[in-house]
Antibody, heavy 117, light 107 residues
Framework: EVQLVESGGGLVQPGGSLRLSCAAS????????MHWVRQAPGKGLEYVSA????????YYANSVKGRFTISRDNSKNTLYLQMGSLRAEDMAVYYC??????????WGQGTLVTVSS | DIQMTQSPSSLSASVGDRVTITCQAS??????LNWYQQKPGKAPKLLIY???NLETGVPSRFSGSGSGTDFTFTISSLQPEDIATYYC?????????FGQGTKVEIK
């Protein structure tokens, strides 16, 4: 069974940093591109970042470019999102998702990031 | 970025009703469109991929159609467990933008 489990969320002050992790199991992690999608409280889904299966290509939404870094460790079956210079508008539930031919057939349960002083 | 415009933003219908949601892309995306269902406090769930293909295990009352810029998502007979917010998403280009969502409620 495919499982994606996010961790690392929590309370952080504006300007602070946080690293999210997404532990994958039940599939060959190194064969799939992976994505981060977030959802602010009471709002819709917002695309954040993507990384290719081997980590060689990455993509960032304009809203996080230069502040967030996506990476992966295929030996540990883990996806990461390093978030820096956090702002109030970054407060959201962050989901990792596995790509299958353009679709997200598997999602994690999400991890909440709260940005507040 | 490709903009995805969903309508309506919310709707209320009776059990057994046919429900239709539309999604319009700001440019031609061929059939590179997905539909997701999200229930409160849960992660989104893929229902339809490639505009009209039903994901494995998803009830056949859900369907999708369209290509180019105009797409439709239909629930043929609304059930109580279908109460959720539905999102379209294009994957023709990065960023893979979502529609703003349609909240479906029971009348």
């Amino acid at each position: 069974e495919v499982q994606l489990v996010e961790s690392g969320g929590g309370l952080v002050q504006p300007g602070g940093s946080l690293r999210l992790s997404c532990a994958a199991s039940g599939f060959t992690f190194s064969s799939y591109a992976m994505h981060w999608v977030r959802q602010a409280p009471g709002k819709g889904l917002e695309y954040v970042s993507a990384i290719s299966s081997n980590g060689g290509s990455t993509y960032y939404a304009n809203s996080v470019k230069g502040r967030f870094t996506i990476s992966r460790d295929n030996s540990k079956n883990t996806l990461y999102l390093q978030m820096g210079s956090l702002r109030a508008e970054d407060m959201a539930v962050y989901y990792c998702a596995r790509e299958r031919s353009g679709s997200y057939g598997n999602w994690g349960q999400g991890t909440l990031v709260t940005v507040s002083s | 970025d490709i903009q995805m415009t969903q309508s309506p933003s919310s709707l209320s219908a009776s059990v057994g009703d046919r429900v239709t949601i539309t999604c319009q892309a700001s440019q031609d995306i061929s059939n590179y469109l997905n539909w997701y269902q999200q229930k409160p406090g849960k992660a989104p769930k893929l229902l339809i991929y490639d505009a009209s293909n039903l994901e494995t295990g998803v009830p056949s009352r859900f369907s999708g159609s369209g290509s180019g810029t105009d797409f439709t998502f239909t629930i043929s007979s609304l059930q109580p467990e279908d109460i959720a917010t539905y999102y379209c998403q294009q994957y023709d280009n990065l960023p893979r933008t979502f529609g703003q969502g349609t909240k479906v409620e029971i009348k």
